[in-house]
């Protein structure tokens, strides 16, 4: 099993940035990708960001240019910069992770609002 913590979210306004963690503690032999999800009242959960074992990332056509994905691979931590954030930005994040190359996990969800 495998147990993600997320943290970052928040209030901020039109313009502003935040940065969210995920670590993953518990029983694997590796991490395949780790990324970032997002979900907005009414709308499908969506890929925002992730990155893949070896280095590659793939972004979100709408966040491209504004969030940047990262990963500590000692820690097991994914990390997710978003700037310049736009109301439209306003969801609930989630991390994921996927171990081996099918297994799938999700974090509980971190709001982030962008509004005046």
């Known amino acids: 099993q495998v147990q993600l913590v997320e943290s970052g979210g928040g209030l901020v306004q039109p313009g502003g940035s935040l940065r969210l963690s995920c670590a993953a503690s518990?029983?694997?032999?590796?991490?395949?990708?780790m990324g970032w999800y997002r979900q907005a009242p009414g709308n499908q959960r969506e890929l925002v960001a992730n990155?893949?074992?070896?280095?590659?990332?793939n972004y979100a056509d709408s966040v491209k240019g504004r969030f940047t994905i990262s990963r500590d691979n000692a820690k097991n931590t994914v990390y997710l910069q978003m700037n310049s954030l736009n109301p439209e930005d306003t969801a609930v994040y989630y991390c994921?992770?996927?171990?081996?190359?099918?297994?799938?996990?999700w974090g509980q969800g971190t709001q982030v609002t962008v509004s005046s």
């Open positions: 994921n992770v996927v171990t081996g190359t099918t297994n799938n996990y």
């Open positions: 990155i893949i074992s070896g280095g590659r990332t």
């Open positions: 518990g029983s694997f032999f590796s991490i395949y990708a």
